[in-house]
Each structure stands twice: as C-alpha cells, then as structure tokens.
C-alpha cells in the first residue's frame, strides 16, 4: 500500500491501520470501526494512537488530526511512525515545518477502548451500567441532565428514552427482560421508567425525599421492590407503588444513614453509617436484614473520615466494605466483622463492583486525575489509569463483559478502559500531575530540559535522547510553580519555587545536598516569579513573592542582597532580566496590569510603570529585534506586547489567543526574530515579531499549555498537562 493512498470504498481490514494517509485523512467513520479489528502488534499500536486524542481530533481540522496523531505516536515512543504521520500530505496545507523529536507519554494508557463524548467539551457525569436489550450499557448524563449511553462493548452511542426527572445513581436494573431506573421527578415523586420504550412502570406511593444515599431493586417477600433509603429504609412494590411497611433497624431517626443494599442470594440486606454518634465511640458501620430488621454481625467502629469515602459490594457471598481516608484503603467483611486487609493504592474510593470470582475491582481518585484499580480482600493493586482526560473524574465503576474486566469513568470526555489488553509501544513515563515550569540548562557538555509541577517533583531531561537524566528526579515538598537556570561554584544548578520556598538544586552532582531559602523570606508568602542577572560579573538570583518586593541573593554564596521594592499592594507575577551595554534591567509583570522597568544594581525604578494591559501580566520574555532588546508580554487578556525596556515605551501589540497566554518562549532561528505563545486552547503559536503576524499553522496539543523554552538550536519545549514534548524546526 502506497504512503498517500486511501481506499476508494470503506475498508474491513484492520491493516489500513498502519497507513499514515488513512489515519490522517479519512474519514472518523471508516476509521474507528476498524480499531477494535486490529490485532497484530502495528496495527494496535495506530489504533491506541488514533484513540489517544480522539475526542480532540474526532472532529477537528485534518491538519490539527495529523499534528495531534504525530504527537501522540511520539508520546507512545513510535518516533519513526510520528515522522511518518507529519509527512503526510494534506491538500491547501504546507507540509509541517515542526517535527517531533520526543514527548513523555504519562497520559497515554493502552487499555483505553472507547472514548465518551456527548458534545465537544462538556463534563459527563456517571449514572450508572444497566444491561440494555442484552446489551451492557453505561450511561451518563451531562449538565443539562440529558441522558446519554454507550455500548460498552462496541462503544457505539445508544439512545436513552427517557422522560422527566434526573436519574438516581447506580438506581438500575434488569426486571423481565427491561432495563429499569428510578427517577427523581419534579414533584418530589419516585418514578421507575423503561429506558427501552421511555415510559413510566410505575409512579411509587407519596412525595417522598429524592436526596437518597442508597437505592436499589430488591426482591422482598417474594416480590420485586424498590428500595430507597437516607435516614430510614422505604420499599415499593414495583407493579403497584404502593408502599411496603418494613420494620426499623432499632436506632434513632437521623442518627444513622442507609449507604448501600446489597443483596446476597434472595436476602435483602442494608449497611447503615452513623450520622451524629453520642458519644463518639459508638460510631460505627454495620449490615441488616431488611426482612427482619435484625443486625447481621457486629457493628464495626471506622472513623468519620473513612465512613464518608466508604463503598460497599458483594464478592463470594460476603458483604465487603472499603474505606479510605488519609491513610491506607482498608476492607472488613460486614458479616463477620473482621478486617480483611489493608492497602495504599487510592486516595479517595469512588466506586466498587464484584468480579467473578477474583475480587472486588475498587477504584480511587488520585490528585492527578488517575485511577488507581485495586483488588480485595488481597489488596493488590491491579491497574493505574489515566482516567481523568481532561477535567477531574467524579465516578469511575468495573464490570465484566465477556470475561473481559471493563472500568467505566465519567469526565470530559468519559473513557472505557479493558484491564486485559496486551501493552503496546514504548510511552516515556514523567510527572504525574500538571507542569507548571520548564528551563533549559548545560552540563557537562550535555543540553538538560527541567521541568516542575504539582508533584512536587523536579525532573531532568535529555534535550536530544528524551531519556531521563542520570538524576532524573528530585521530589520537594510542595508543588513547583517556576524553574530558573543558575551557576553556583562553576556548576550547573536549577532554583525552583515550591510555595513560600526557594530551592537550588545542584545539576551535576546527584549527591550534593539542596540548599532551601526558606528562612531568608521576611513572612510565608508564596514565591510568584524567579529570575537570575548579572551585576558587575556577578549573579544574582531573585525571588517575587506576594509581598511588595523582590528578594534578591548573590551566587554562589547566598549572601542577602537589598530587595527591590516594587510598589504597595502590587504583587509580581512574572520577571525577567536582560543586560544593555551600560546596565542591567529588572522588568517585572505585575498584577495590577503593568510593566516596571528596574536598575537590577541599585533596585531603582526606571520611569514611571508601563501600562496597556487590561488584566494582569502573567507571561514575559525579552528577544533582540533590530538589534535591541526588547520586552515581551501578556497575560489573561490574549494580546502580546513588546516594549523598549530602555526606552520605557511601548513598540507594538498584536492578538495571541482568545483563552489568554500562559507561557512566552523566543528564539532566532534562519536569522528572523520569533516568538512563542502557549495558551489554554491548547495550541503554540509562532510569530514573526518584525511583521507582527503568526508565520506558522497552530501547533497543536491534546492538553492546555502552561510552559514553553527554547534551546541554543532553536529547539522548542511544550509543557502540555502532565506531559513535556521537544519540537525541532525542519
């Protein structure tokens, strides 16, 4: 098959996979029914490629397609399959000037199957798996509460007839053949509809609370039921609505609340937590009859923490509780009251599902947006996932298909994972949560990327292997929010702001001890900005915090220098430096919209602030065009503007991006001045600053950019997400 050629009628051979034309250029319907066919070790890893952006690419532009395609073959190691993607030719669109060296992939996961999208961009919630028509379905609803579903085993969209109200969570099941939900109608009314043909079953007895913590379809004396419960358990026969009269559990109304109704065998059983224990000690969770009205087993003390993030389930006849608070996920058996095992794999428990046979699949919330799957009462983590695509994931769920363990997450868009699907590729694992700065340093001859984010981690890259550096990782304490190159002692360091601390890290020696500057900050505000400058042959390093100031130390020794005052109530958001044949310049982007200009020596300001932004300045970096320096802007409002920082005058400003700049980055590259913006849009621009004009296609990311650098070459590096990727200009 040649490299441009497409097939003239849709194709059934999952070898069309590994044709770059195909995946770029034709069309979304001819290409994702073939995904699920691939099965030799090419054609799966297109398919995962071609799923990891799907919901961004699905309908975007070719050229966006072929870039995002391009990107993710290299976030999936596939160098080779990436250059092949952005060799593809698209009509009425130049040939990709930016090819993609390497990116991490910390955000790609093999197992995802089907990606859940209702409309471009908005959040899904999850509501609940209910076998349709033989079929298991999720379904999910979106903001508007319109009901949304999916075939979990073909992924295709399957349409919810449903009337008025908002489903109840996981309130599904399968009652002689008909998929069944209860419904919260508007009348504060409990209704149970066939989501098949649409209709109302049944409208059950009296106005009632639809705020239930627990409902579910239960067999009761012989019938089929509903079961709802919040402070009391309250049951319907489901052909009449009319309510059943159960027995009370013995305890005091509003001291207890009903979390679950799980059912072992025909026995209806229901799992009270204690609301307002008095005194404190006897709270506790525990299992009844609801036939009877009896406790089944002891009741189990599990502190409040752990009681609000418990889920319960059913796994070989026994009644399992996890709970998860700061420390440890644990498990008890509700029947006998014995604490089965103890696990740290989650951080928040989200849902629960028994198996066959092999556990409970648990699922938690970590600050990263992932997934952690866990199996009890072993306790063994099964499976990490990236499950938190592009907003945080709320409800996350397993069930078994085919023998095939499938977890179900909400989110925008939401996804479907398969635990069992072989690995492909080779993705470059990184940071696990946001990356918020990025420098480019030398050592030893070699050229570094550093990057900082939320995991509080520092990592080192190499800028021409993307292989992690001998001493790939530093872990601080808090989250970093800016980088900044330094020498210290002739060696290589990077400073890094944590929060209301400075710390230098050394490049060269793995071994050497960090140096934190905590204590040289007059008060615990947070850091803001950090920028490095030379006065008289000498560096200094400077750290902006919210106070009206910016602390400043001379290197290597850390001796305390004078602040520079910047102005009352102002706090600074970004800085920079750059050097004239006569001085050096401090400017600073500030949060009451303006530009300050400082002599770095004397701390002195230099003319009166400069003003033109409407919002605050976030975004700065300095170019040399026309053979002077100048300064680079912008923040929320999207216009970048540059400045003659000697001159303290503006010299032009030009529209970057609607959502606003994160990130500015310069370069020279073939002698024309250019500038780089990173936006929320998920997109780099590339701008000729001399003509003022975007010289390039959008560079485009699956995820928000908040970080750009350059190298000495011209290389760009894109903090996107979690992610980092080096571009080389072609």
């Not at 095992?341 to 648990?362: E, P, Q, R, V, W």
Request: a negative charge.
């Amino acid at each position: 098959m040649s490299e441009q050629r497409l097939p003239s009628r849709r194709p059934q051979s999952a070898r069309w996979l590994t044709e770059p034309a195909f995946l770029v250029r034709a069309n979304r319907t001819w290409v994702e029914p073939l995904l699920d066919r691939a099965d030799k070790e090419q054609e799966r890893l297109a398919a995962a490629v071609y799923r990891a952006s799907l919901d961004r690419h699905r309908y975007a532009p070719v050229e966006e397609r072929r870039q995002l395609l391009a990107l993710d073959a290299a976030r999936y190691g596939d160098r080779d399959l990436s250059a092949r993607i952005l060799a593809t030719e698209v009509a009425g669109v130049l040939t990709a000037r930016w090819r993609i060296d390497w990116s991490t992939g910390s955000q790609v996961d093999h197992r995802l199957r089907h990606v859940l999208e209702q409309e471009i961009g908005v959040p899904l919630t999850y509501v609940g798996i209910v076998a349709k028509r033989g079929r298991p379905t999720a379904i999910l609803t979106d903001h508007n509460h319109n009901v949304c579903g999916w075939d979990l085993v073909t992924g295709a969209k399957v349409a919810i007839l449903f009337g008025h109200g908002r489903l109840l969570t996981d309130a599904f099941g399968v009652v002689d053949g008909r998929a069944l939900a209860v419904v919260a109608e508007r009348d504060y009314r409990l209704g149970v509809w066939d989501l098949d043909a649409g209709t109302r079953v049944v409208r059950l007895e009296g106005p009632t609370s639809v705020r239930f913590d627990a409902v579910a379809f239960v067999r009761f004396a012989g019938r089929t039921a509903v079961a709802a419960g919040d402070a009391l358990v309250k049951l319907w026969d489901l052909e009449t609505g009319a309510r059943i009269p159960v027995p009370g559990f013995g305890v005091r109304y509003g001291s207890v609340k009903i979390v679950a109704f799980p059912t072992v065998g025909d026995r209806p059983l229901a799992v009270t937590s204690s609301v307002h224990a008095d005194p404190p000690d006897d709270a506790s969770v525990r299992l009844w009859d609801v036939t009877t009205g009896r406790p089944v087993g002891p009741p189990i003390p599990i502190a409040g923490q752990l009681r609000d993030a418990m889920t319960v389930a059913v796994a070989d006849n026994r009644v399992l509780a996890i709970a998860k608070g700061f420390g440890p996920a644990r498990t008890w058996d509700l029947t006998t009251g014995v604490e089965l095992t103890a696990d740290g794999g989650a951080s928040t428990i989200d849902g629960t599902d028994a198996t066959d046979g092999t556990g409970l699949l648990a699922f938690g919330r970590d600050g990263d947006w992932a997934t952690t799957v866990w199996e009890a009462p072993r306790g063994r983590q099964v499976a990490r996932i990236p499950t938190g695509r592009r907003y945080s994931v709320r409800g996350t769920r397993a069930t078994v298909v085919d023998g095939r363990r499938l977890v179900v997450a909400d989110g925008s868009p939401g996804g479907v994972w398969d635990l069992g699907v072989p690995r492909v590729g080779d993705p470059m694992t990184g940071h696990t949560s946001t990356v918020r700065a990025l420098a480019v340093i030398q050592d030893a001859g070699n050229t570094l990327v550093v990057s900082g984010g939320d995991d509080t981690t520092v990592r080192f890259w190499d800028l021409d292997a993307g292989a992690a550096a001998r001493h790939a990782r530093v872990s601080l304490t808090y989250p970093v929010s800016a980088l900044v190159a330094a020498t210290r002692d002739g060696h290589a360091a990077v400073a890094a702001a944590c929060a209301w601390d400075v710390v230098l890290v050394p490049v060269a020696d793995p071994t050497a001890p960090m140096v934190s500057l905590v204590d040289r900050f007059s008060e615990d505000r947070n850091v803001t900005a950090l920028a490095v400058g030379t006065v008289d042959g000498r560096t200094r390093l400077l750290a902006a915090t919210e106070e009206p100031a910016v602390n400043a130390w001379e290197l290597p020794d850390l001796a305390d220098l004078p602040d520079v005052s910047t102005a009352p109530d102002v706090t600074v958001s970004t800085m920079t430096t750059t050097s004239t044949s006569t001085r050096t310049l401090l400017m600073t982007g500030n949060a009451d919209n303006t530009v300050r200009v400082f002599d770095l020596a004397t701390g002195e300001p230099l003319g009166p602030p400069l003003t033109g932004h409407p919002h605050p300045v976030t975004a700065m970096a300095t170019a040399v065009l026309d053979g002077r320096t100048v300064v680079l802007t912008s923040g929320r409002d999207g216009t970048l503007r540059t400045w003659d920082p000697v001159a303290g005058e503006p010299i032009a400003s030009f529209w970057a991006s609607y959502y606003g700049v994160n990130a500015i980055a310069t370069a020279t590259i073939d002698g024309t001045s250019l500038a780089f913006t990173g936006s929320d849009d998920r997109r780099v621009r590339v701008w000729d600053l001399a003509n003022r004009q975007q010289v390039e296609p959008d560079l485009c990311f699956p995820w928000p950019v908040h970080a750009l650098a350059t190298a000495p070459d011209g290389r760009l590096v894109v903090a996107y997400g979690n992610e980092i990727a080096v571009l080389r200009p072609t």
